[in-house]
């Protein structure tokens, strides 16, 4: 058992260039990004793809993100900075945060890795080179609405997310190099990989996908492309190289016991920072108690809305939890119990928030919470 968990700490701690053969997307993902994300600098466009189709999304992101800036960004990221500790540790990992890298990076801008987990699969970076110039509208205009609705609500919906992923533009993968470009980095390579069951990374290969591969099932040829890693850096190569993955998984308890490889990656990551919101109260249910039990166990300390860990376990674990913002009932029908448990959490918030941070409450107020062990 030992020489699994030093096997897959060695995986996790690689460098994501040292695998040979492996098959890196990063060029297909930069001309993506540059399509979707309008990043300046980026490789040339399709010569099949319309100008004015491009210049007239690129207006519209524009005009999305100052409205993003000025109404969660602005309000968020001083708070954010003045409450985050600068010396926590640096692997993020995010329970049911598909398509909200965006939310990670501002409230982690020093992370060194950050991963997310949801049903979600990330998408097919060559989705760049099969887009044909009659979908190119349709394709731009979905990635907008995915960008709205992530800035207008602060957390991407389980409903549009499953929509987008079936979309021409993958929409995980879209507005993961939408959030890069919004904080100034990019991507230097784009991988993908199966998860071994001591957590181990096994990364798609060139050979996979070559003329001549054995002949696979649809679902096994959607499923190479479902968990992805995005080496990224500071955009015009300053600074460190970092990583980000997101992990297609299902976090109840009857997926993680029949297959506990997910669990065993995050495991060898060591203590880590963590971070959820917007997750469906799913924290509060019985079975969902293997993924809670490995925040438990693992986090140093954790930012949530509500739907995060319910006080009866934290406190269980040794943590402490401090409000801010206001509670009056969860945004969703959920356990009356846990409710009114972080209701008197609540009741001793000193302090009010002006952005939403996940879900309201069932009044509409916006709402905070950390997670951490008592200051000694």
């Not at 190569?237 to 995050?266: C, K, M, W």
């Not at 079975?287 to 925040?295: A, K, V």
């Amino acid at each position: 058992m030992l020489s699994r968990t030093l096997l897959a700490v060695a995986l996790l701690a690689a460098s994501p260039a040292a695998w040979a053969g492996e098959l890196d997307l990063g060029p297909q993902a930069r001309v993506l990004a540059g399509v979707v994300a309008c990043v300046p600098g980026a490789p040339a466009p399709p010569a099949r793809f319309d100008a004015k189709l491009l210049t007239a999304h690129c207006r519209h992101m524009a005009m999305l993100e100052r409205w993003w800036r000025k109404r969660w960004l602005a309000q968020a990221q001083p708070f954010l900075e003045k409450v985050v500790p600068a010396d926590l540790p640096s692997r993020i990992v995010y329970p049911f945060g598909g398509g909200d890298l965006l939310t990670a990076l501002v409230t982690f801008p020093r992370a060194s890795e950050i991963t997310t987990l949801s049903l979600e699969p990330a998408g097919d970076a060559r989705s760049i080179d099969t887009v044909g110039p009659d979908d190119l509208d349709e394709a731009l205009s979905d990635v907008r609405v995915l960008t709205s609705k992530l800035f207008a609500v602060a957390h991407s919906k389980t409903s549009v997310m499953r929509e987008m992923a079936k979309a021409k533009f993958p929409g995980e993968l879209a507005l993961t190099l939408i959030a890069l470009s919004l904080n100034d980095l990019e991507p230097i390579s784009v991988r993908y990989f199966r998860i071994g069951p001591g957590g181990e990374l096994a990364y798609l290969t060139e050979e996979e996908l070559a003329p001549g591969a054995p002949t696979t099932t649809a679902a096994e040829r959607a499923s190479r492309f479902a968990n992805i890693e995005i080496a990224f850096r500071a955009r015009g190569g300053a600074g460190e190289t970092r990583l980000f993955r997101h992990i297609s998984a299902n976090l109840d308890d009857v997926h993680l016991t029949a297959d506990p490889a997910v669990l065993r990656h995050l495991e060898a990551k060591g203590q880590v920072t963590a971070i959820t919101k917007a997750a469906s109260y799913l924290l509060w249910w019985r079975n969902f108690s293997e993924i809670r039990g490995y925040l438990l166990g693992h986090m140093a300390w954790m930012i949530s809305d509500s739907t995060g860990i319910p006080p009866e376990y934290a406190s269980a674990a040794g943590f402490e939890q401090i409000p801010y913002g206001h509670f009056e009932g969860p945004f969703l029908k959920a356990a009356q119990k846990t409710s009114e448990a972080f209701q008197k959490v609540w009741a001793s918030s000193a302090e009010s928030i002006s952005f939403r941070f996940g879900y309201p409450d069932v009044a509409g107020n916006s709402h905070l919470l950390v997670t951490r062990h008592p200051k000694p």
